[in-house]
């Protein structure tokens, strides 16, 4: 007959080291998907810590709060034009007008609010829905007429941009009303701290939440739960600390930007959207094999069609808010190195060029690159031909790294 007394202790013993086990394993497992080319968001975090290493160890000023809360001032509008950059990515497609978008929508914004006196709300909604439309062009292209991306975006680009210097007019720019909500959002309204910290607890709270609820629901068809509570409470844990102590840091200048915590907003709507819903499964499944996905009774050309749509409609958002940080439309408005930028911010923050693979957050950590750089080299009065060229390599090091992942994971899969 056995002891009670020693069953219990070897209950307990067991129990501590399923919880090593637990740690222990996450961490393995963690290597374990590094060493097979799943690097995640790991390259760009890493990419994030050197450059804001260097940079504060040229000009201590980079981290200086103030300094950071206009980094997430200018990262906003670009962060949503490329947070529509995502969707076609992971389709394996491209839009190159997203830059001429973004400048059409702040040129329809500054025509219809400023010159026809119309209300904001529907000068607003007039340019989403005219970014919707031409999202719905370009995807119509390609389900009828086979008409690759990347030549209707081009043309398109062409297009919007006749079509912003034409709504512009002889003056070549529009001053919207700098005592404006519109104008005051983009340049100083900021939240308050009591609703910032909130908001930094609110993540980690809601991991929590999913986390039991996701092993409630396995462990009641009897499936196992990798890596246990311990793993979901260390997770939870360091990411409402990091959150926190972000929070703080910035709320000891200006704040954190409520333009920032939209494009956050977004980005944590679109993250729901992509892994949590049956949309976002089919456009992984069409990004993977189109072919496959069409054989499974995946609609591809509506998924095309909403890819394509929210595409431009968060370009036109984009150029909205930076026409309010500017306080202007103008013709220069969505030229230059915006294109350039947004698909850089995807590309570099984990999407990959080649479907079938990215995450609404990679637009998040992308756009903050690009713009750490480009704060930098501002700060030390470096010349902008210098910051094309770093964040040409950077981008160059993200498709090399993205394709060498690629490479690992077939050769693993076929190990």
Not at 163 to 192: E, K
Not at 388 to 407: F, K
Request: net charge positive.
């Amino acid at each position: 007959m056995s002891d009670p007394n020693s069953q219990v202790a070897l209950d307990r013993s067991d129990s501590r080291v399923r919880h090593d086990e637990g740690i222990v394993g996450a961490i393995r497992g963690f290597f374990d998907r590094v060493r097979s080319g799943d690097l995640g968001m790991l390259p760009v975090i890493v990419g994030l810590v050197l450059i804001a290493a260097v940079f504060w160890s040229l000009n201590p000023v980079f981290l200086a709060p103030n300094n950071l809360a206009n980094l997430l001032f200018d990262a906003a509008a670009v962060g949503c034009i490329s947070l529509g950059i995502v969707c076609v990515l992971i389709l394996g497609e491209i839009d190159l007008s997203v830059g001429s978008m973004s400048g059409l929508a702040s040129a329809i914004l500054g025509v219809m609010w400023v010159q026809m006196g119309l209300p904001v709300p529907l000068a607003i909604l007039v340019a989403l829905g005219a970014g919707a439309f031409m999202g719905l062009v370009y995807a119509t292209l390609l389900n009828r007429f086979g008409m690759p991306s990347f030549v209707s975006t081009l043309a398109g680009l062409l297009a919007m941009l006749g079509l912003q210097l034409y709504l512009l007019g002889s003056t070549g720019s529009i001053n919207l009303p700098y005592a404006s909500f519109l104008v005051r959002f983009g340049q100083i309204h900021v939240m308050p701290a009591w609703f910032s910290y909130l908001l930094a607890v609110l993540p980690g709270g809601l991991m929590l939440w999913l986390g039991l609820d996701r092993m409630r629901r396995r462990a009641a068809v009897n499936l196992s739960n990798p890596g246990g509570l311990s793993v979901l409470l260390a997770k939870a844990g360091i990411l409402t600390v990091l959150l926190l102590v972000a929070v703080h840091y910035l709320n000891g200048g200006r704040g954190i930007p409520w333009m920032f915590g939209l494009f956050v907003a977004l980005v944590v709507a679109m993250n729901y959207a992509l892994t949590r819903t049956q949309w976002g499964r089919a456009m992984f499944a069409v990004g993977g094999n189109r072919e496959a996905a069409r054989r499974s009774g995946i609609n591809v050309h509506r998924i095309r069609m909403s890819a394509f749509m929210l595409c431009s409609t968060l370009a036109a958002l984009g150029g909205m808010l930076a026409a309010s940080r500017l306080a202007s439309s103008s013709q220069q408005a969505g030229t230059g190195d915006v294109n350039l930028n947004a698909i850089a911010a995807a590309v570099i923050g984990g999407t990959s060029l080649f479907g079938g693979r990215g995450s609404a957050w990679s637009a998040l950590l992308g756009v903050i690159v690009i713009q750490a750089i480009s704060n930098g080299l501002t700060l030390l009065n470096l010349s902008s031909s210098l910051r094309y060229m770093i964040t040409g390599a950077v981008l160059a090091i993200a498709v090399i790294v993205d394709s060498l992942a690629r490479q690992s994971r077939a050769s693993h899969g076929r190990g």
